[in-house]
T-cell receptor
Framework: AQTVTQSQPEMSVQEAETVTLSCTYD???????LFWYKQPPSRQMILVIR??????QNATENRFSVNFQKAAKSFSLKISDSQLGDAAMYFC????????????FGKGTRLHILP | DTGVSQDPRHKITKRGQNVTFRCDPI?????LYWYRQTLGQGPEFLTY????????KSRLLSDRFSAERPKGSFSTLEIQRTEQGDSAMYLC?????????FGSGTRLTVV
């Protein structure tokens, strides 16, 4: 069975600095999707960034980028120029290449932004 | 507004009572997923629908839980004889090829 592990329950970063959230996963599949979701306090979960495993190029969305290491089964999220609005729970998630399949989430990392 | 609505936002119920939650995805979402999220944890999969067909159920979905999506549009999740361990956020998501669109969730508190 596929699993997603986030080893950092909480992290803090100074406003305007850069922070990296870690994620590892386990799968026997060769093709799959990886996601980072953000859940602000008392607000709904939104997709931050996604990565297709067959793509070697790391995904980037504005200040958010990933470091996808397929052989190591590692998928970290880098947030540059951290802003107060980035404070949230961040969930790493996995899905097989079957788009009907369910997404499996990690336990999350709570990110604090220090003014 | 993501287009996925959940009702109610909050529900407080006494142990042993039945509760029902509703999820309205947008019309493009032929797949609909239910998750449960307890405090400090990631969402855990409960069940999902392709149109009106319930295609997968988690072992977390005990026989006190039932979900329906009668016309392939809105979905309901019912919990019978609620227990304190059912207290959680219940999330609904519409599926697209690239991921999910989540609703705001229903927070259930069983007292």
């Amino acid at each position: 069975a596929q699993t997603v592990t986030q080893s950092q329950p909480e992290m803090s970063v100074q406003e305007a600095e850069t922070v990296t959230l870690s994620c590892t996963y386990d799968t026997s599949e060769s093709d799959y999707y990886l996601f980072w979701y953000k859940q602000p306090p008392s607000r709904q979960m939104i997709l931050v960034i996604r990565q297709e495993a067959y793509k070697q190029q790391n995904a980037t969305e504005n200040r958010f980028s990933v470091n996808f290491q397929k052989a190591a089964k590692s998928f970290s999220l880098k947030i540059s120029d951290s802003q107060l609005g980035d404070a949230a729970m961040y969930f790493c998630a996995y899905r097989t290449s079957n788009r009907d399949d369910k997404i499996i989430f990690g336990k999350g990392t709570r990110l604090h932004i220090l003014p | 507004d993501t287009g996925v609505s959940q009702d109610p936002r909050h529900k407080i119920t006494k142990r042993g009572q039945n509760v029902t939650f509703r999820c309205d995805p947008i019309s493009e979402h032929n797949r609909l997923y239910w998750y449960r999220q307890t405090l400090g944890q990631g969402p855990e999969f409960l069940t999902y629908f392709q149109n009106e067909a319930q295609l997968e159920k988690s072992r977390l979905l005990s026989d006190r839980f039932s979900a329906e999506r009668p016309k392939g549009s809105f979905s309901t999740l019912e919990i019978q004889r609620t227990e304190q361990g059912d207290s959680a956020m219940y999330l609904c998501a519409g599926g697209s090829p690239w991921g999910y669109t989540f609703g705001s969730g229903t927070r259930l508190t069983v007292v």
